[in-house]
T-cell receptor, first 115, second 115 residues
């Protein structure tokens, strides 16, 4: 069956450009998470959606980062006025339920390079 | 805050060797614990999990036991194969409010198994 997909897989942006990263979760999955993974590090939490509601955005590093999931399925992470420190792999994960121990299914990630 | 500390790599073993990757955690509650694996060119996938103390998670010959008294969740395999070469991430999840069970990851351990 189809897993979590993300697009584009690779994105190169010039500093100051805006970018939009897309996540298609597994159909029917209620919970959706975005993580940022710097080179050689583990993923770090950015934001969480339950259906269309963004319930936690405490991990977004600045107000240049914005995420939405308007219909409770596809989600977009937008970064405005990109900076070099935004270079990372952005991972999307979804889970069927939101309970303790629920498995999160990860997409392949979008590798963002800001020049 | 919550954190995960795992053994730094890289770890290089010969086929059929015994594997241990240490993982300890700090948490402000009673977390669920996970091991995720990232094979070359692929996304993160769940390897095993445990949701309460003394539980043992197991999959593909790998095992880890939730030790609350030592706040540890060490990953072990009795006989590794070349196909086990990957990056391994230890992670925890806690209820962060409402239904949010975001993951907190360690930095990852690169395992290379030589024939």
């Amino acid at each position: 069956g189809a897993g979590v997909s993300q697009s584009p897989r690779y994105k190169v942006a010039k500093r100051g450009q805006d970018v939009a990263l897309r996540c298609d979760p597994i159909s029917g999955h209620v919970s959706l998470f975005w993580y940022q993974q710097a080179l050689g590090q583990g993923p770090e939490f950015l934001t969480y959606f339950q259906n269309e509601a963004q319930l936690d955005k405490s991990g977004l590093p600045s107000d240049r980062f914005f995420a939405e999931r308007p219909e409770g399925s596809v989600s977009t992470l937008k970064i405005q006025r990109t900076q070099q420190e935004d270079s990372a792999v952005y991972l999307c994960a979804s889970s069927l339920t939101s309970g303790r121990g629920a498995e999160q299914f990860f997409g392949p990630g979008t590798r963002l390079t800001v020049l | 805050g919550n954190s995960v500390t795992q053994m730094e790599g890289p770890v290089t073993l010969s086929e059929e060797a015994f594997l241990t990757i240490n993982c300890t955690y700090t948490a402000t509650g009673y977390p669920s614990l996970f091991w995720y694996v990232q094979y070359p060119g692929e996304g993160l996938q769940l390897l095993l999990k445990a949701t309460k103390a003394d539980d043992k998670g197991s999959n593909k010959g790998f095992e880890a036991t939730y030790r609350k008294e030592t706040t540890s969740f060490h990953l072990e395999k009795g006989s590794v194969q070349v196909s086990d070469s990957a990056v391994y991430f230890c992670a925890l999840s806690l209820n962060s409010g409402g239904s949010n069970y975001k993951l907190t990851f360690g930095k990852g351990t690169l395992l290379t198994v030589n024939p």
